[in-house]
């Protein structure tokens, strides 16, 4: 699950990690009356979208409109605000068709002396939580990655424990810093570390990180995505969720209980098991088709999912045939036919639909479904089921 | 032979009175697995159609003797069952639950890592030696005494390969679902060195999918130290990055953990890819004929 930069600052400050003064605002006159209750020096308003980018980022249809601005008085905060909120920003991460900004920022100004990076993820092959800092604040991790690894110095810490002092010691050499600077970090990343442990985080990132000129640490960017199996220890997450930063359709299954993405091809796909699923959009792929989406209804998938399932995909304007795919184990392959046909009758299929049933009850699966009036194109295994559903659908 | 379990193994359930730990430890024991008794705390003395339950897991491996558990216990209690089950000295930990915070998982890793047991899961299907002992949720019937070890990240992907072996005539030694979530306690490295060592087992085929790089050390290591043919398939060709695809653990971030650099280091390590899921099962053939 992913959050607001000034969401993830709250929290910052509710965990003692320090930030910069700041207020959300959702109109002009509220980013206007930000700027003098921010003391009407110099303040920054950001779009707040789920991307990263924004700095660089521009408005559809107005280039000169960044994401990020600079404003040096009431009316220059106005005048952003009014250039961002309700309009579609488009970043490296946002993909062409932008995200509509819905609120901005306004955050007071700081004397920036250094930009660094600072990040937290989980290693998978160490098992264990890291900590990145880089020299190159500001920039993409994955580029700096990419050409100039020896830049990004990573700590493995103990969750229990958190990072320990002379990891810091060893992080602050070879980034550079000593003195005031120094004790400002002893303090920031072992909090920061707190922070990505305490609220079951699956990635905090600041960048850049500022060193201001008197030799403090400040956020000037935070991005927190949390575990959503850690979302149960949470409650006030709730609060935080922007639906409008997800995709309708996505939303509508994960309140069914069921796992789906979707993707920008024409053929539907319904499938139990994530792995099948994946590796049935590859088949589908590969026989020249493109999948619509990733769809897991799981292993206990019941008539009223499988009929969402449905309703789902063909809500899906782009979809032209939907292909079924089930390897009955724990979910017999007669639940799923009945599910389908039950489905057929409160949806309506107007398109082509292939259907691959094996495994537990298969013969009787397929016989409810040569009986039913349910229109149905059988396949005996996936590859057939894939050239099927291309065939039908006409790619 | 076979690997982890075979037909002396005595098996525990941690959640037994729960309804998925009710119906798949009658499913286990109907096929045949020695399924000795069960765990809830505050249940203790109570049975479930005649196999006894315990409140701790101590005293369910006092009475019964038991040395492998499968656990089915939500995801708040997952780690601490864990923890329990190795603590009184279970071998074999088979955790079925999905949706176990993974900061709780890094905690457990760590003292099953420096431990002599071995922890199969969480976010998996189990584990089984067909005709023997079956302990999780796959459907037992597709399976055949045989000579294919398969490991796998996923479960129904896991019963179509077993499904192609089981009809091409190879059977199966042992199957194992390692678990769709980042952290899980059972790496591919674990199991091949296991096949490697193990009579029954001719061939093995390693089912990988997007997602961190298990896939990758694994491939290095077949190069290195496995003698026997080994094919394998990658789940997620066409997933888009940044997306989650179903598993925890089943995403590509900052361009890394694509199924083409897998496949690239699986082929590139002597490894019988095959292309399609459609495949698997003749990757096999093609990999034992060499």
Same mark, same amino acid.
């Given at each position: 699950m992913k959050?607001h930069?000034?969401?993830g600052?709250?929290l910052?400050?509710? #965990?003692?990690?320090p930030?910069?003064?700041? %207020? *959300?605002?959702t ?5 206007a009356a ?8 110099i303040? $920054? ?7 990263g ?13 960044h994401? *990020? ?9 106005? #005048? ?16 062409p ?12 100004g700081c ?6 990076y600072l990040?937290?993820v ?7 939580? *890291?900590l990145?800092?880089?020299?190159e604040?500001?920039?993409e ?8 690894p ?6 493995h810490?103990? @969750? ?5 002092a002379f990891q ?9 810093i ?8 002893a303090?920031f ?18 960048n850049?990180?500022v ?29 935080l ?15 069914a ?7 920008e ?45 449905f ?5 899906? @304007?782009?979809?032209?045939?939907v292909?079924v ?7 017999r ?7 389908? %046909?039950?489905?057929?009758?409160t949806?309506?299929?107007?398109v082509?639909?292939?259907v691959r ?14 009986e039913?009036? $349910?229109? *149905?194109?059988?396949?005996t ?9 291309? #065939?039908?659908?006409? $790619? | ?10 098996v ?11 119906? !798949?430890t ?7 697995t ?7 705390p505050?249940?203790?003395g ?7 339950v315990?409140d ?35 071998k074999?930990?088979a955790a ?12 457990v890793?760590?003292k ?5 047991a ?24 597709? !399976?055949?005494?045989?000579?294919v070890?398969?490991?796998s990240?996923?479960g129904?992907?896991?019963y ?7 009809a /091409? ?5 042992t199957?194992?679902? /390692?678990?769709?979530d ?11 060195? /296991?096949?490697q060592a193990?009579?029954q087992?001719?061939?093995? /085929? ?5 997602g961190g ?11 290195? !130290?496995?003698?026997?043919?080994v094919a394998?398939?990658i ?32 082929e ?5 890819v095959?292309p ?14 060499g």
């Open positions: 959050i930069e000034y969401q600052k709250e910052f400050r509710e #965990a003692g990690v930030v910069l003064d700041g %207020i *959300v605002a109109t002009p006159d509220e980013a930000a700027y003098e209750k921010l003391g009407g020096k303040a $920054v308003v950001k779009a707040q979208i789920h991307a980018g924004r700095g660089k980022g521009t408005i559809i249809d107005n280039p000169e409109q994401g *990020v601005v600079l404003a040096k008085s009431a009316d220059e905060a106005r #005048a952003a605000a009014e250039g961002l909120l309700g309009k579609k920003l488009v970043t490296i991460q946002t993909g068709a932008g995200q509509t900004v819905g609120k901005v920022f306004v955050e007071a004397d920036i002396a250094r930009e660094l990040g937290i989980l290693d998978r092959a160490a098992a264990k939580p *890291v990145m800092v880089s020299t604040g500001g920039m991790i994955e580029t700096v990655a990419e050409k100039t020896e830049l990004i110095h990573k700590e810490f103990d @969750p229990a424990v958190g990072l320990e810091v010691r060893k992080l602050c050499k070879k980034l550079g000593s003195g005031a600077a120094a004790k400002a970090a303090k990343m072992p909090a920061m570390c707190r922070f990505y442990v305490d609220y079951d985080c699956e990635l905090a990132e600041v850049p990180l060193i201001t000129g008197d030799d403090q640490m400040v956020a000037l960017d935070a991005k927190i995505n949390f575990d959503n199996n850690a979302l149960y220890r949470h409650p006030g997450y709730d609060e969720r922007d639906l409008a930063e997800e995709e309708e359709s996505e939303v509508r299954a994960s309140a209980g069921l796992s789906y993405v979707k993707l091809g024409n053929i539907g796909c319904l499938v139990n098991g994530a792995g099948l699923a994946m590796s049935t959009m590859d088949i589908i792929k590969y026989h020249g088709g493109q999948p619509a989406n990733f769809l897991d209804v799981g292993g206990g998938a019941n008539t009223e999912q499988v009929t969402e399932a309703r789902i995909l063909l809500s899906d @304007p782009n979809v032209k045939g292909l795919n089930i390897f009955g184990g724990i979910a392959c007669t639940t799923i036919a009945g599910a389908l %046909i039950e489905a057929s009758k949806v309506g299929f107007d082509p639909l292939v049933l094996e495994g537990t009850e298969v013969e009787e699966g397929r016989k409810m479904l040569a039913s009036d $349910v229109d *149905v194109i059988t396949a295994d996936i590859t057939d089921a894939a050239k099927k559903i291309v #065939a039908a659908t006409g $790619v | 032979m076979s690997i982890l379990i075979d037909a002396k193994t005595k525990i359930c941690q959640g037994i009175t729960g309804s998925a730990g009710k119906f !798949h009658l499913g286990c024991r109907d096929y045949g020695q399924m000795v008794g069960g765990v809830t505050g249940k203790g109570q049975d479930v159609e005649g196999i006894p315990f701790t897991v101590e005293e369910a491996v006092a009475e019964t003797g038991a040395d492998a558990t499968m656990i089915f216990v939500p995801p708040p209690f997952t780690a601490d069952a864990i923890l329990e089950a190795l603590d009184a000295g279970i074999v930990i079925i639950t999905e949706g176990v915070p993974v900061i709780d998982m890094v905690r890793y760590e099953i890592r420096a431990s002599d071995v922890l199969i899961g969480p976010n998996c299907p189990g584990l089984i030696t067909p005709g023997q002992c079956k302990i999780g949720i796959m459907p037992g019937y597709i !399976h055949n005494p045989g000579k070890g398969v490991m990240r996923s129904t992907l896991t179509e390969a077993v499904w192609q072996t089981s /091409l005539g190879l059977g199966q030694s199957c194992v679902g /390692l678990g769709g980042p952290i899980v306690g059972t790496s591919f490295i674990d199991l091949l060195k /296991l096949y193990d009579d087992t001719e061939a093995i /085929l390693m089912i990988g999918e997007i790089s298990a896939e990758e050390e694994a491939a290095a290591f077949v190069k290195e !130290h496995v003698t026997k043919p394998a398939f789940a997620g060709r066409t997933a888009p990055p940044g997306k989650r695809m179903g598993h925890a653990g089943a995403i590509i971030s900052g361009g890394k953990g694509t199924a083409t650099e897998k496949v690239a280091a699986l590139a390590a002597g490894i019988t095959a399609t899921p459609a495949d698997m099962g003749q990757a096999v053939v093609d990999a034992m004929k």
